[in-house]
């Protein structure tokens, strides 16, 4: 029955005289989210709106899944388009659509009609009225609600007719791509790939890091990262993940610092490489799952620590956000079971029995300076041994 798609979108009809550029950004992320389906699509641009037609067979409920992981857009529609044929022609259609798509026809509706094209000959509040008609005609039970209806009928009269009343939620945001590129630190936890999917949400190009521990972590734990950023990547595009070997800069802090620092210390060298790496890939900022006070490192002041190393903007979308809320995202973008898999990752080897809460940068710089002898070159080596995985959904 439905032939094409009406996709609409939210802050980017704001845009003002750069809107084609987000509308653009929009019609790419919908082309290449089609690609992963079986099917013909065309996806085009008219007059404000973007259509996305359906060339041939194709699977509705795919389609329409496929579509909600697009950022940018807030509904769905599913529309029969038909050729101006008259107004006798348009209301057959319409009786037929409400038939189908409403088939028990008891509740209440509404005509909304928009005239687009201006030389059809009726008006908007005609057209209304007439199909208003002969919907009650054919329909005797239902009735016209103007203020809160069951059924708001959608009719576009465009250079082709369009009918539609259903919305499907889209998952909001912008375009991939509009607002520039971060590296996101991705572990194996509930937190990182939901505050990937939230920057990604707003727009932004997202590359990853993972911090690997061999041997004291897995290659299963290696597979479950990949993994995570495969499904990530159903709604950010294509993840470049760069896997980065930890081990020996790991046992060099943990033979040359205070246990107790361990962890923060740790945290700073994996800004130190993020950075690094995102600095040299385009990146404008690094990206991570610390909420305040979640562990012992995200106190406001590990946060500080952390922070003070970096020169890129750190961006922290759950920083405010209780577990559960945090949960509850995964759960929704399917996360959630990969992250709960029992892999340990490098943040939990080497975790001290009573970690610093409230770490003094200067006692920690301090601590460093044990460390001078070696880590830049580790630092190096550990940067130019990366490994970059190409991962898509």
Known sequence: MFKAFLIKYGEIGIKGKNRYLFEDALVKQIRHALK??????????????????CLGIYD???????LTKVFGIVGICPVVQIEDGGFDALAETVIDYMAQVYPD?????KVNARRSRKNYPMNSMEINCALGERLLEAFPE???DVHKPDILLNVEIREKIYIYSRIIPGPGGMPVGTNGKAMLLL?????????????????????????????????????????????VARYSGPINLHIVNFTDIQLYIYDKCPHEELTIIMRR?????????????????????????????????????TNEVCTMPVFRPVIAFDKQDIVDIAQKIDTYETSIQPYEDCCTIFVAKHPVTKPNINIIKRSEKNLEEKIEEMIETAVSTAEAVWVEA
């Not at 992963?36 to 973007?50: N, P």
């Not at 509705?60 to 496929?66: I, R």
């Not at 972590?217 to 995570?228: F, G, M, N, Y």
């Open 142 to 144: 239902m009735k016209v």
């Open 269 to 305: 060298y994996m800004m130190k490489i993020a950075q690094r790496i995102g600095s040299e890939t385009g990146c404008l900022g690094l990206i991570t799952g610390e909420s305040i006070g979640q562990v012992a490192s995200q106190t406001i002041q590990s946060l500080a620590a």
């Open 187 to 231: 572990s194996g936890g509930i937190d990182s790939p939901v505050a990937g999917y939230m920057i990604a949400k707003r727009g932004v190009k997202i590359d990853a890091v993972y911090f690997h521990a061999p041997p004291y972590t897995s290659e299963r734990a290696r597979q479950k990262v990949i993994d995570l950023a495969k499904i």
């Open 36 to 53: 992963r389906i079986d099917g013909e699509f065309a996806v085009h641009k008219e007059q404000g709106r973007i259509f996305v037609d």
């Open 60 to 66: 509705f409920e795919e389609t329409v899944d496929a």
């Open 105 to 109: 026809c008891r509740q209440t509706f």
